[in-house]
């Protein structure tokens, strides 16, 4: 292969077959840029060949943007920084929607909409009671995001605009009540119906929080603590969740049925389950003395395990999420009073990890999943919770790249290609003689 000057093509020539062919490079506004190998097939007959998609652009895309060396993340634009620092996660989400802030009365609308979209049909109570007392919040997150198809038949025409739009709305609005149900259903307490006058964070915490005997008052520190774990989650470009979302999106499947596929993808540890992976590893650990031990076990090419909260595919010098959250982190504990002794263990792990010359060797810096812990669990959420609280804030970014999917006309169904590595041409022996 070779790049032709600078004039934005890339040859390649198959020193097999002496086939050559000119690719067009494709430049965005920022980032870098793609070679378009979409006639490779056709002009040349070859596939190309990317495990894990570490250098693959699945899609154009003016939603979200990651410069990894350099610990950037914009939404729409807009650093996180200073989202985190001046906004509030209902005008993310709007932002994240619609590409650009709202004013005042744009924000009153959408807020109200939302607002007026937390509830669930009632018969959806009954998929619950089929759970069994212990189900993982994310499974019944994956089951029930899905039955939400079986509900609202009004917004899964996915040609029609307005429909489109119902169900984004849906969607973020019935994500926190059918999280919180989930949480209230393994504790065996009474599902808590969503308050119109409480913000969203304050909302959730209520339905998580609150029993119908008696007052519950939400502390306006800890609401404002969740909005900002949702506004630091609220999209990420194609990371797995979101690549499921939009590749189950491509087939023309419903949105409900995408959302509850990005849910599947992010359970994993190595996505949004990580953030339950690092409590229960400190747990483990317990104490500073035995971090040492852990980090020889990471480092450790016959041991499987990882230091969960460590390293990112995109960020190869710092995760900017994990720099906010480890300030709020430590300044909402403070603001509460409360002392988790985890939080020295971690500042351990970290300072030891960050010495270490096999993590700087490999660029492995704390990503956000490492301090979202302290504060889900100084907000009094079980660890189980804790990445259904991720899929939460993430809603937004799946209905916001779903709905550019769905717009984009160079958008076909995806449908990768492999290398075949099997038996051909076998035939078949009759069980008798096998
Ligand atoms: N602890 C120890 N070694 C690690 C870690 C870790 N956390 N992460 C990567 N490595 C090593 C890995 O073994 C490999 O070493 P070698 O070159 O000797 O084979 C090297 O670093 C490169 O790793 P990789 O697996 O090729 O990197 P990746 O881009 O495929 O994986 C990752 C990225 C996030 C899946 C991985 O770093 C990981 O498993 N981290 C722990 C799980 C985690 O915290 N996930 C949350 C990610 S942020 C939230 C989100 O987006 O969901």
């Given at each position: 292969m070779s790049t032709s000057g600078t004039n934005h093509t890339v040859t390649i020539k198959d020193?097999?077959?002496?086939?050559?062919?000119?690719?067009?490079?494709?430049?965005?506004?920022?980032?870098?840029?793609?070679?378009?190998?979409?006639?490779?097939?056709?002009?040349?007959?070859?596939f190309t060949y990317d495990p894990g998609y570490t250098a693959t652009g699945s899609c154009q895309s003016k939603v979200t943007y990651i410069d990894g060396d350099n610990g950037i993340l914009q939404y729409r634009g807009y650093p996180i920084e200073q989202l985190a620092e001046h906004s509030n996660y209902m005008e993310v989400c709007y932002l994240l929607m619609n590409g650009e802030l709202p004013n005042a009365a744009q924000y009153k609308t959408f807020e109200h909409t939302i607002t007026n979209h937390t509830m669930v049909h009632d018969?959806?109570?009954?998929?619950?009671?089929?759970?069994?007392?212990?189900?993982?919040?994310?499974?019944?997150?994956?089951g029930v995001v899905g039955a939400l198809s079986a509900f609202y038949h009004d917004s899964t025409d996915i040609d029609d605009p307005h429909h489109r739009m119902v169900a984004s709305h849906r969607l973020i609005a019935k994500m926190p009540t059918i999280a919180a149900m989930a949480h209230k259903y393994s504790i065996g307490q009474p599902f808590m119906y969503p308050k119109n006058n409480l913000g969203y964070a304050a909302n959730f915490l209520h339905m998580c929080h609150a029993v119908p005997a008696e007052e519950y008052k939400v502390n306006p520190v800890v609401a404002k603590a969740l909005d900002l774990i949702f506004i630091l989650h609220a999209d990420h470009e194609q990371n797995a969740g979101t690549s499921t979302v939009r590749l189950a999106g491509s087939t023309g499947a419903n949105p409900f049925a995408c959302i509850a596929a990005g849910c599947a993808a992010l359970w994993g540890p190595s996505h949004g389950g990580a953030n339950e992976e690092v409590l229960k590893m400190l747990t483990e650990i317990g104490t500073k003395d035995r971090v040492p031990d852990m980090v020889k076990r990471a480092k450790d090419p016959d041991d499987p395990f990882r230091l969960f909260g460590f390293g990112h595919r995109v960020y190869k010098n710092f995760d900017p999420r994990a720099k906010v959250i480890q300030k709020a982190a430590h300044d909402m504990l403070e603001e509460l009073g409360l002392h988790d002794p985890l939080m020295e263990v971690a500042l351990e792990l970290e300072r030891v990890a960050l010495e270490d010359e096999y993590f700087i060797k490999r660029r492995l810096y704390p990503n956000v999943d490492f301090y979202s812990g302290?504060?889900?669990?100084?907000?009094?959420?079980?660890?189980?919770?804790?990445?259904?609280l991720f899929a939460i804030g993430r809603t937004v970014g799946w209905i916001s790249q779903w709905n550019e999917l769905i717009e984009d006309p160079s958008q076909k169904i995806n449908r990768p290609r492999q290398l075949y590595n099997g038996v051909i041409d076998r035939n078949y022996v009759p069980m008798s003689q096998r």
């Open positions: 020193s097999a077959t002496g086939k050559e062919t000119v690719l067009p490079v494709m430049h965005g506004t920022a980032g870098a840029p793609v070679i378009d190998i979409r006639s490779l097939y056709k002009d040349m007959g070859l018969q959806l109570v009954n998929f619950f009671r089929g759970f069994r007392r212990d189900a993982h919040p994310m499974a019944i997150l994956c302290f504060m889900l669990k100084a907000m009094g959420f079980p660890v189980p919770m804790f990445t259904a």
